[in-house]
């Protein structure tokens, strides 16, 4: 069957929506050909494919005691299947949680005995192209170059006051990937920072990024 254009594909379902929108499954995605068109060589691609990592240790949980160490950086490292193809070759990633939903992937921080919640992490990288982020180098955590310098989605840039105190707080989210012996390396780095001004209160930062994530083409 002609798909696109004039590749023929291996169809193994066609099914339809409420709105009578045609969608076929091939080995090499799916495509989707609206109710007025009827020429299946210009159906769009609406999904290649998709790849699912689990965090080893369950949830994954990060914490910075931000009074002891304004900066911290944490890197996660995860050995890349290149039958998958490669990093590069997909858009978008979501984070889920230990209910397989995407709500409640989240940073929080605390001031004193305040707590403070921050936006779903999903949310900000919801619809980000992470091509666009996404940078080819090695980072490791005894390596010369500071990890944090390669956070560049922002999650969280927050400045808090009470009386003459004020308190900031920066969350970001890195993605890396790099190729060592043979074999390719696809990274999550998180950066934390938090810093007071004319306050003795320490507090705490956290980032949950659930118990897996998906990249999408």
């Known amino acids: 069957m002609k798909v696109i254009d004039n590749d023929t594909y291996d169809v193994s379902n066609i099914t339809f929506d409420s709105n009578k929108?045609?969608?076929?499954?091939?080995?090499?995605?799916?495509?989707?050909?609206?109710?007025?068109?009827?020429?299946?060589?210009?159906?769009?691609?609406?999904?290649?494919?998709?790849?699912?990592?689990?965090?080893?240790?369950?949830?994954?949980?990060?914490?910075?005691?931000?009074?002891?160490?304004?900066?911290?950086?944490?890197?996660?490292?995860?050995?890349?299947?290149?039958?998958?193809?490669?990093?590069?070759?997909?858009?978008?990633?979501?984070?889920?949680?230990?209910?397989?939903?995407?709500?409640?992937?989240?940073?929080?921080?605390?001031?004193?005995?305040?707590?403070?919640?921050?936006?779903?992490?999903?949310?900000?990288?919801?619809?980000l192209n992470f091509q666009k982020y996404l940078i080819n180098a090695k980072v490791t955590k005894n390596g010369p170059i500071n990890p944090a310098n390669f956070c560049n989605i922002i999650i969280c840039n927050n400045k808090e006051n009470f009386l003459l105190a004020s308190l900031l707080i920066t969350i970001k989210l890195g993605l890396t990937f790099y190729e060592e012996n043979g074999k390719w390396f696809f990274q999550i780095i998180i950066a934390h920072y938090g810093e007071t001004w004319g306050s003795e209160s320490g507090g705490q930062i956290k980032t949950i990024l659930g118990n897996d994530f998906r990249l999408y083409s």
């Open 21 to 127: 929108n045609i969608y076929v499954l091939t080995i090499n995605g799916i495509y989707k050909c609206p109710v007025e068109q009827t020429e299946f060589k210009k159906m769009t691609k609406i999904w290649w494919k998709t790849t699912e990592f689990h965090f080893n240790n369950g949830k994954l949980t990060d914490i910075s005691y931000w009074k002891q160490t304004r900066n911290n950086s944490f890197i996660h490292t995860f050995e890349w299947n290149t039958e998958y193809g490669l990093p590069i070759d997909y858009r978008y990633i979501t984070f889920f949680n230990e209910n397989g939903t995407e709500d409640y992937v989240d940073s929080s921080y605390s001031w004193g005995d305040t707590g403070y919640p921050t936006i779903n992490i999903n949310q900000v990288v919801k619809n």
